[in-house]
DNA sequence: GTATATGCAAACCGTTTGCATGGCT
DNA sequence: AGCCATGCAAACGGTTTGCATATAC
């Protein structure tokens, strides 16, 4: 594992990110978290294409952690579940509510940007009810010729 | 099979109903047509929950059949697929666009009044692409003494 | 008669789990 | 030492598929 100044802060920010969880800092959990928040971008991932990065590298990490650390991370709240394909399960690095955009040709999901999505009113919900998350997913299709 | 009244007022209902997707009015389309329109009501059902209604009574049809025939409901527009949980697939008989309620705790797919909901302002799509669709879905958790 | 639909069982694929090993604190 | 995380392989559940039989037109 490179030892520069980058790989250091990287790694110091994913240590803080699994704390703010109260996950401790595996070398997995490590290695899964700085590919997930590493560049600080958002990210979505499926647990297999998370798996297939590194599988890549030399430091692996098993299907079965890959699986486990997801569900990990989603149920401490640092990442967000997306279920926008009945076939496998999508994650979130991003956890505030905004809608996404997923391209059904290619199964990707991208998040949308949340202030351009308006709604100004909501079905009521039935009595004895409340409002767990409002999932709204723009489903896209590559436009043919204009 | 039953002759009466309403049984055939049904059939005929259900054999317009398939053929306005082109298909042919074979026995187990029938059968689980009527299941789905027959009473005139939306309904939102999963392969297993058709299936297991079909168990119940002397006209079988067998599961790879659902599936394979709820596939081809879809395809032809006559049911529209719903995705709200990543492990099954629900499909629904209103084909028109409107939300949907989802109660996370027993997995209940219920139509919520489009009427009741208004998106004043959609994010931006991609260049080159175009929506397809716009799912929203509202998970619901059962309150708690309030 | 010919194309299409059905039923069964086996395959499939994403995901979960049991259990033995290994690592933190 | 004790608890928790990891890895493997086997189990799992929903869905699809290959193929032989049966049905609609």
């Not at 070398?27 to 590194?54: C, K, P, Y």
């Not at 996404?100 to 990707?108: A, G, I, Q, R």
Request: some cysteine; aromatic content about 6%.
């Amino acid at each position: 594992m490179a030892n520069n100044k980058n790989a250091n802060h990287n790694g110091q920010t994913v240590v803080k990110w699994l704390s703010q969880g109260g996950l401790r800092p595996t070398r997995q959990r490590v290695i899964l978290a700085e590919r997930l928040i590493g560049d600080g971008q958002n990210r979505h991932v499926t647990a297999e294409s998370l798996f297939a990065i590194s599988n890549k590298r030399s430091d692996k990490v098993s299907l079965a952690t890959v699986y486990n650390t997801l569900r990990a991370f989603c149920s401490v709240g640092l990442l967000r579940e997306i279920t926008v394909d009945g076939s496998k399960s999508y994650f979130d690095t991003n956890v505030s509510d905004h809608p996404h955009f997923y391209w059904e040709d290619s199964s990707d999901l991208v998040d949308a940007p949340a202030k351009e999505l308006r709604i100004t009113s909501l079905p009521q919900v039935p009595a004895g009810a409340e409002i767990s998350k409002v999932d709204v997913v723009i489903r896209l299709r590559r436009k043919l010729t204009e």
